[in-house]
Every structure is written in structure tokens, then in C-alpha cells.
T-cell receptor, first 113, second 112 residues
Framework: AQSVTQPDIHITVSEGASLELRCNYS??????LFWYVQSPGQGLQLLLK??????LVQGIKGFEAEFKRSQSSFNLRKPSVHWSDAAEYFC???????????FGSGTRLSIRP | SQTIHQWPATLVQPVGSPLSLECTVE??????LYWYRQAAGRGLQLLFY??????ISSEVPQNLSASRPQDRQFILSSKKLLLSDSGFYLC???????????FGPGTRLTVL
């Protein structure tokens, strides 16, 4: 069965520092992968997605993610974080044979001034 | 462009009262529709999803139910709310046959 693991519950980085949020998935083939962001009290917004092709995908708000099949990972990166990036981030993978996606438990990002 | 609406934005209900949350999507046809619940500080729990009018799949047995009376309308209901029903309810849609989901702004439900 498909699954998604986000090993970091909470990460704090300084404003202007680089960021990497980890995501590992379990899937038998090349999956569809997603990263979403949720600000407090709001819905989820799609940051980026990977379906096929170039393993480095660019998203909105300056985020990017790299699909690494050998490591079953899809880590999210940003070269320089801004205070407005403080939010909850969710990695997700498609669930095959169903019109659903499976979400990780999320990583809360705090920004240190 | 497509938009998704949810209402109400916030709701405070007593235990044992009924519930009706509504979600509508504009700008698309025959979308897949989803209801999620997010408890405080927790991840997303898929409650129901629908691939067409009248077609509802339940993911978690509970005292909630869902209906899809129209193509772009998805309703979450309960006859009698429990304290444990408190949470943040999110509606989402995806294109038919697709996986990418788009979320509404959510409804904050507090059961007292």
C-alpha cells in the first residue's frame, strides 16, 4: 500500500536561511507526488507536483522539489526563506486505482527572525 | 478559472445538534469531490469522496454522512454531533480522472 512519511514534525530556520523538508514515499511504480502548504486557519494550497519527466520541479513562492527514485524521496527546498513561509507543509502521493491522494502527517515550519 | 466555496466559515454547535456543511465548485464539470477533517495540530483525514452525483465512498465509519445532490455540490451532514466531531473541515476537488486536488478555505466546527 502507498504511504508517505514526513519525518520532521517541526522545523525552525532563520529568515534568509535555506530550507529542506523531507518526504519519503512508498509506492510500487513512479508515483504522482505533491507538496501542499497550509497557513493557520486556511485551506491547503498546491506548491508543486511531480508526474513525470524532469526530476527537479519548480513550484510557486520560490519552492522546488527533487524526485529521487533510488531514495524514494521527494524533498522540498527553498534557497532563502521568508517570514511569510511559516506554515504547515504536507507531502502527498497518489493512491493507485483510486481517485485519491495520501497525505503525510505534515511538517510545521517556524521562522526565526 | 475554477473556484471552490465552503460555508459557513465557522460554526459553533451544541452536542446532539444536526450539522450541514456545504461545498460548491465553479468552473468545472464532473469533478471528484472530497471531504477531509483536520483535528487540531493533526494531519488530514479523508472522510468521504465522490466521483459523481449520488456516488459516495466513505473512508471512516462515524456519525457523519455525505451527499452529492448536484454535480458541483457536496454536503457533509450529521444528525447528532459529538464532541469528537470538532475540527477543521476541508472540501477539495480534482478533475475527473486526475489526482491533483484543490482545496476550499475550510470550516472551523466547534462542538460544545
Amino acid at each position: 500500500a502507498q504511504s508517505v512519511t514526513q519525518p520532521d514534525i517541526h522545523i525552525t530556520v532563520s529568515e534568509g536561511a535555506s530550507l529542506e523538508l523531507r518526504c519519503n514515499y512508498s509506492y510500487g511504480a513512479t508515483p504522482y507526488l505533491f507538496w501542499y502548504v497550509q497557513s493557520p486557519g486556511q485551506g491547503l494550497q498546491l506548491l508543486l507536483k511531480y508526474f513525470s519527466g524532469d526530476t527537479l520541479v519548480q513550484g510557486i513562492k520560490g519552492f522546488e522539489a527533487e524526485f529521487k527514485r533510488s531514495q524514494s524521496s521527494f524533498n522540498l527546498r527553498k534557497p532563502s526563506v521568508h517570514w511569510s513561509d511559516a506554515a504547515e507543509y504536507f507531502c502527498a502521493v497518489e493512491q493507485s486505482s483510486a481517485s485519491k491522494i495520501i497525505f503525510g502527517s505534515g511538517t510545521r515550519l517556524s521562522i526565526r527572525p | 478559472s475554477q473556484t471552490i466555496h465552503q460555508w459557513p466559515a465557522t460554526l459553533v454547535q451544541p452536542v446532539g445538534s444536526p450539522l450541514s456543511l456545504e461545498c460548491t465548485v465553479e468552473g468545472t464539470s464532473n469533478p471528484n469531490l472530497y471531504w477531509y477533517r483536520q483535528a487540531a495540530g493533526r494531519g488530514l483525514q479523508l472522510l468521504f469522496y465522490s466521483v459523481g452525483i449520488g456516488q459516495i465512498s466513505s473512508e471512516v465509519p462515524q456519525n457523519l454522512s455525505a451527499s452529492r445532490p448536484q454535480d458541483r455540490q457536496f454536503i457533509l451532514s450529521s444528525k447528532k454531533l459529538l464532541l469528537s466531531d470538532s475540527g477543521f473541515y476541508l472540501c477539495a476537488w480534482s478533475p475527473s480522472g486526475g489526482y491533483e486536488q484543490f482545496f476550499g478555505p475550510g470550516t472551523r466546527l466547534t462542538v460544545l
